[in-house]
């Protein structure tokens, strides 16, 4: 077929798109001018931080002690906060649904887990340390807030997008609705919530060094009483440490996900 001389460019650019893409260019050299970004700050801080990464070197191996204590409650705090969460998680996804709660318990739903997706894991835990002290409860407690945030609405969401037609049929022979949400919901989106849960669980094994920077116990505490102490030495070990749990963690994550094909 031939083409006509005003065809349409498969990515071109019309006018709006040209004057959006300036506008935000200028609005980012507006922001980094407001902030002080200047090659010359820049160009110090990579000088300051190849310094920093020279004392960081060798890892300080004589504190083994402190650092197992940090690390074998960053994992305390991660598995516990995800396996609590998830329990709560299952009867708030199920109250935020559309298809199985009426609107008011629906809003009350979907209001908790935007409240708890609101709050940063930090802040929660800056909130919980306030709360009951210092220590791993505080820890648990928020990564708790963010694990019903992100995997309430998940599953939420999911319960949404089942097919409706077993939930009817249910309901038709007089099913009670725990045996509605037993045998006509869990059954489509089981493997979707353990695809969320391991996710989570790997999130929380990153969240839990991040809160204990504010005192809600774990590695993050050590790490940043080194800093104080200016042990960077000490502070190279723990971060590798944390980057190998990680990585070990992704490692698990990924096989229980092949292992239950999710």
């Given at each position: 077929?031939?083409?006509?001389?005003?065809?349409?460019?498969?990515?071109?650019?019309?006018?709006?798109?040209?004057?959006?893409?300036?506008?935000?260019?200028?609005?980012?050299?507006?922001?980094?001018?407001?902030?002080?970004?200047?090659?010359?700050?820049?160009?110090?801080?990579?000088?300051?931080?190849?310094?920093?990464?020279?004392?960081?070197?060798?890892?300080?191996?004589?504190?083994?002690?402190?650092?197992?204590?940090?690390?074998?409650?960053?994992?305390?705090?991660?598995?516990?906060?995800?396996?609590?969460?998830?329990?709560?998680?299952?009867?708030?996804?199920?109250?935020?649904?559309?298809?199985?709660?009426?609107?008011?318990?629906r809003?009350?739903?979907?209001?908790?887990?935007?409240?708890?997706?609101?709050?940063?894991?930090?802040?929660?835990?800056?909130?919980?340390?306030?709360?009951?002290?210092?220590?791993?409860?505080?820890?648990?407690l928020?990564?708790?807030?963010?694990?019903?945030?992100?995997?309430?609405?998940?599953?939420?969401?999911?319960?949404?997008?089942?097919?409706?037609?077993?939930?009817?049929?249910?309901?038709?022979?007089?099913?009670?609705?725990a045996?509605?949400?037993?045998?006509?919901?869990?059954p489509?989106?089981?493997?979707?919530?353990?695809?969320?849960?391991?996710?989570?669980?790997?999130?929380?094994?990153?969240?839990?060094?991040?809160v204990?920077?504010?005192?809600?116990?774990?590695?993050?505490?050590?790490?940043?009483?080194?800093?104080?102490?200016?042990?960077?030495?000490?502070?190279?070990?723990?971060?590798?440490?944390?980057?190998?749990?990680?990585?070990?963690?992704?490692?698990?994550?990924?096989?229980?996900?092949?292992?239950?094909?999710?």
């Amino acid at each position: 077929m031939k083409q006509t001389g005003n065809a349409r460019q498969p990515f071109g650019w019309s006018l709006a798109h040209k004057a959006a893409l300036a506008a935000a260019l200028a609005y980012g050299a507006w922001s980094l001018a407001g902030m002080e970004v200047s090659p010359a700050r820049l160009a110090a801080g990579w000088e300051q931080g190849g310094r920093f990464l020279a004392r960081m070197f060798p890892p300080e191996l004589g504190k083994m002690d402190e650092l197992w204590q940090g690390i074998k409650e960053t994992l305390q705090i991660a598995v516990l906060a995800t396996a609590l969460g998830l329990l709560l998680s299952l009867p708030v996804g199920l109250l935020a649904a559309a298809n199985l709660s009426p609107a008011p318990l629906r809003m009350a739903g979907r209001a908790l887990i935007a409240a708890c997706r609101a709050l940063h894991p930090v802040i929660s835990a800056i909130l919980f340390v306030k709360a009951v002290g210092f220590g791993p409860l505080a820890g648990i407690l928020a990564l708790v807030v963010a694990t019903v945030g992100f995997v309430g609405k998940l599953f939420a969401d999911a319960i949404e997008e089942i097919s409706p037609k077993p939930i009817e049929a249910m309901r038709a022979t007089g099913a009670s609705f725990a045996n509605v949400v037993l045998f006509g919901v869990l059954p489509q989106v089981i493997s979707r919530f353990v695809g969320f849960s391991t996710y989570q669980l790997d999130s929380n094994l990153r969240n839990s060094t991040m809160v204990g920077i504010v005192g809600a116990g774990g590695i993050g505490g050590a790490l940043f009483a080194a800093f104080l102490r200016y042990e960077y030495s000490f502070v190279c070990t723990i971060l590798a440490t944390v980057i190998a749990i990680i990585v070990v963690g992704e490692l698990a994550v990924n096989a229980v996900r092949k292992a239950l094909d999710v």
